[in-house]
T-cell receptor, first 111, second 114 residues
Framework: QKEVEQNSGPLSVPEGAIASLNCTYS??????FFWYRQYSGKSPELIMS????GDKEDGRFTAQLNKASQYVSLLIRDSQPSDSATYLC???????????FGSGTQLTVLP | EPEVTQTPSHQVTQMGQEVILRCVPI?????FYWYRQILGQKVEFLVS????????KSEIFDDQFSVERPDGSNFTLKIRSTKLEDSAMYFC????????????FGPGTRLTVL
């Protein structure tokens, strides 16, 4: 059973702070890693993808991947109240394209 | 910006009835997917579709489910005989060519089975 684990939260940070979201996965054959944002009652919205070990930055978002530790994280700098949402980690394994999702971390950014 | 669209936004049906959920993927995408999310639970993969055939499916995607691309734009999910436990949000997603793994989700159809 391929598992993707996330702390469910809720995680609260003040506006302007850095929010750090973590994800671990069980399948060493996992190849591709994604972070989605999901507002309540809405669909997942792709924020970042990362395929190689290291950091990948896109605006205020940085994804970090460590395949040896089976760990992927998302940092949100200068957090805004509009960043308040559930953040979903999703993983593919081997050559398969299906996404296995974690249960999500609920983030609240306090004004 | 191109986006995935889904209709209807909300479908209410009686147990045992057939429903068809419709999706229009992003126009130049080649891979299409259905996921579902039961209220308060994880997003779960159902099926992927490429080159007019199913490429992957999960254990959830049993004989009561089928998918079809009836024309050049639509992608449908049919549930033949709905059960109470099929009540969920159903998301369609699409991704580009062989080298593009990023999946973009539609707004979803909320299916309520009474």
């Amino acid at each position: 059973q391929k598992e993707v684990e996330q702390n469910s939260g809720p995680l609260s940070v003040p506006e302007g702070a850095i929010a750090s979201l973590n994800c671990t996965y069980s399948d060493r054959g996992s190849q591709s890693f994604f972070w989605y944002r999901q507002y309540s009652g809405k669909s997942p919205e792709l924020i970042m993808s990362i395929y190689s070990n290291g950091d990948k930055e896109d605006g205020r978002f940085t994804a970090q991947l460590n395949k040896a530790s089976q760990y992927v994280s998302l940092l949100i700098r200068d957090s805004q109240p509009s960043d308040s949402a559930t953040y979903l980690c999703a993983v593919t394994s081997g050559s398969a394209r299906q996404l296995t999702f974690g249960s999500g971390t609920q983030l609240t950014v306090l004004p | 910006e191109p986006e995935v669209t889904q209709t209807p936004s909300h479908q209410v049906t009686q147990m045992g009835q057939e429903v068809i959920l419709r999706c229009v993927p992003i126009s130049n995408h080649l891979y299409f997917y259905w996921y579902r999310q039961i209220l308060g639970q994880k997003v779960e993969f159902l099926v992927s579709f490429y080159n007019n055939e199913i490429s992957e499916k999960s254990e959830i995607f049993d004989d009561q489910f089928s998918v079809e691309r009836p024309d050049g734009s639509n992608f449908t999910l049919k549930i033949r005989s709905t059960k109470l436990e099929d009540s969920a949000m159903y998301f369609c997603a699409s991704s580009g060519g062989w080298d593009s793994l990023s999946q973009f989700f539609g707004p979803g159809t909320r299916l309520t089975v009474l």
